[in-house]
């Protein structure tokens, strides 16, 4: 058997793929809540829309479970938009996680990581300071140790995944449960501990109100709150090598994004309970380099390490989160190399490992590049249009699939159908066209990135790779 025809194993239990689901957990815990409070003026008003981002959240990922469970093939999205729409759209989804939204965010959760160690490690060596234009924005460019530290880790975690999915897990199962562990003692911490701690911090006192927030507020909080909820789509990307993934798929997107929303609710509590909401409305953690004020403070309140304990929780999350997407979003390039929309070698599994290496080195390496040029806070910024544009459409799909393959086996059928995918899918474009009339000129450059990959897919059909992989009708 040679390594383009070798298969996937399906070596990933519900547990497994349950702890990738949780790679959402992440920096989003720590970072939002003091801007959403500063939109909404109000604990309670905080909470909801923790609360309704998660629900909306849950809709997605009930639509996305039965398109799992129907089609459980490596690739995810790519498959469902190729299965509903034809190649074309499903080749621009794949382009733009490979070449734009998983390869930035790699460079960037590796970024970050590299600037918390820097709170442990002396890591402030810089070679060199450049400044330039991307996009319509002033990149700030510098190399040094902290951008050499960022490269070695996306590294790290791309020779982790290469060497089996077993190996992969193991890491992603032990990350878990660590970044779990780290938030269990800031929230236990401050409900236990905190010398500060009351329920009255609950009730919004009048020198604390800002303006009264209307629905545009709202939904401004919900928009940072779904930033934190990105994640759990990827999941079916690793349905190839989920056990039982008819019934596994749903139950773990499912129990899996139950399991955040409420960590995130618990944890935005033990902010509040801890703190006073005029410390949170005057806390800015939206830059890294602010060490998680907000975060930290809930966590000075019941000890002097309170700074150092969040960011070790950061960066077990950002460990998490980089073996996780390393993980999944690899087996994007790879089911498109097997159907002949990308180079033919990334189609490729190791003889030793029965994982994708080829397409695993070529995200990771590309990471690397966006890692070192400084630009990817800006092409992350840019395709955030394209990425939910995406996302209404895959949640469309569902839809289109039911009517185009009215008998394709359905062990689980989406909850509420057709309300909840609806819902979902009208938010979704309620957020694109936000998103447009918020951000006119980064939408058009996410749009130009983004089209970036139609010369691409038509060297493809082209090339031969497309018919070779059509006649073989191999299924993956």
């Not at 700030?140 to 996306?154: C, D, P, T």
């Not at 033990?270 to 380099?289: D, K, Q």
């Not at 089911?335 to 995200?363: C, E, H, K, Y």
Request: hydrophobic share 55%; proline share 4%.
């Amino acid at each position: 058997m040679t390594s383009a025809t070798r298969e996937l194993v399906r070596a990933l239990s519900l547990r497994d793929a349950i702890a990738l689901v949780l790679i959402v957990i992440g920096t989003g815990v720590f970072l939002k809540t003091a801007p959403m409070a500063q939109l909404v003026g109000s604990p309670s008003k905080v909470l909801l829309a923790w609360l309704a981002a998660g629900i909306l959240s849950l809709a997605g990922a009930l639509t996305y479970a039965e398109l799992g469970a129907m089609m459980p093939k490596a690739g995810g999205e790519y498959v469902f938009l190729r299965e509903a729409y034809g190649d074309l759209p499903a080749f621009l989804f794949g382009w733009s996680s490979v070449m734009l939204i998983a390869s930035g965010g790699l460079a960037a959760v590796s970024t970050a990581l590299a600037s918390f160690l820097a709170s442990f490690v002396p890591l402030s060596a810089v070679f060199t300071i450049h400044d330039f234009h991307v996009l319509g924005q002033v990149v700030h460019w510098r190399l040094g140790i902290q951008q050499v530290v960022a490269v070695a880790v996306i590294l790290l975690f791309s020779w982790v995944n290469s060497r089996g999915i077993e190996m992969g897990s193991r890491v992603q199962w032990a990350a878990t449960v660590a970044k779990l562990g780290g938030i269990a003692i800031i929230v236990l911490g401050a409900f236990l501990l905190s010398r500060t701690g009351t329920w009255e911090h609950l009730k919004t006192p009048v020198t604390a109100r800002i303006a009264p927030a209307g629905m545009g507020a709202f939904g401004a909080a919900m928009l940072a709150a779904l930033w934190a909820y990105q994640g759990w789509s990827n999941v079916p990307m690793m349905a190839g090598e989920i056990e039982k993934p008819e019934r596994n798929i749903p139950r773990a997107l499912i129990f899996g994004m139950l399991i955040v929303i409420a960590v995130y609710l618990v944890t935005n509590l033990a902010y509040f309970y801890a703190l006073s909401f005029s410390e949170i409305l005057t806390s800015n953690s939206t830059a890294y380099r602010d060490a998680l004020p907000v975060a930290a403070r809930a966590a000075q309140t019941f000890s002097s390490y309170g700074a150092q304990i969040v960011s070790f929780a950061f960066m077990v999350s950002a460990i998490g989160a980089l073996n996780g997407i390393t993980m999944m979003n690899a087996r994007v390039p790879f089911a498109m190399a097997r159907d002949g929309l990308f180079f033919g070698p990334l189609g490729n599994l190791s003889a030793t490992s029965s994982v994708p290496v080829n397409a695993i080195w070529f995200q990771g390496i590309w990471a690397c590049v966006l890692a070192l040029s400084g630009t990817f806070d800006q092409i992350t910024t840019s395709v955030i249009f394209a990425v939910w544009l995406f996302t209404a459409l895959v949640g469309s799909s569902l839809f289109v699939l039911r009517r185009k393959l009215p008998a394709a086996p359905r062990r689980y059928r989406a909850l509420g159908y057709p309300v909840v995918p609806a819902l979902f899918v009208l938010v979704a474009l309620w957020l694109v066209i936000n998103t447009l009339t918020v951000s006119p000129v980064e939408s058009a450059a996410g749009l130009f990135l983004v089209a970036l990959g139609l010369p691409f897919y038509f060297y493809f059909r082209r090339s031969g790779w497309l018919t070779r992989a059509r006649m073989k009708e191999r299924p993956h």
